[in-house]
Structure formats: C-alpha cells, structure tokens
C-alpha cells in the first residue's frame, strides 16, 4: 500500500466514509514545515530561564537522584 499511495515518512494517510459505507484512502503530502505547524503548541506560561539556572536545576535534580539511590 505504501508504494500505491508513493507514500514518503512526512505524508499523513486521510479517509472519508462514504454514505454506502465506503472508505476513500488518500495520501496528504506533507512539508516538515506543515507537520510541525500540525503539532500543539506548548503554552508559555513560566519566563525563559537563564543557562546558569537550568545548570543549577540539573545539579539539584541529580543530586536529589542520588541521595535516594544510597543506603
């Protein structure tokens, strides 16, 4: 089936039903670009954090990790 609809990784499969119960299958083709914009958006709602903030976030995580791993 990939090869009859030329199928390539960024198309998306569509269907229709038909009133007699028919189902239509076609290939939408896709760009990366139209894919991503298909993707829901993420809301902001925390401020962007700085490098060194993200740096210290991992460090703690990593240290709270361990701290439970230890007898």
């Given at each position: 089936?990939?090869?009859?609809?030329?199928?390539?990784?960024?198309?998306q499969?569509?269907?229709?039903?038909?009133s007699?119960?028919?189902?239509?299958?076609?290939?939408?083709?896709?760009?990366?670009a139209?894919?991503?914009?298909?993707?829901?958006?993420?809301?902001?709602?925390?401020?962007?954090?700085?490098?060194e903030?993200m740096?210290?976030?991992?460090?703690?995580?990593a240290?709270?990790?361990?701290?439970?791993?230890?007898?």
């Amino acid at each position: 089936m990939i090869e009859a609809l030329n199928l390539r990784p960024s198309d998306q499969l569509v269907y229709e039903i038909e009133s007699d119960g028919r189902i239509i299958l076609s290939a939408k083709t896709g760009t990366f670009a139209s894919v991503a914009a298909s993707l829901p958006r993420k809301a902001k709602t925390a401020p962007a954090r700085s490098v060194e903030e993200m740096k210290s976030a991992v460090k703690a995580m990593a240290l709270k990790r361990l701290s439970r791993t230890k007898p």
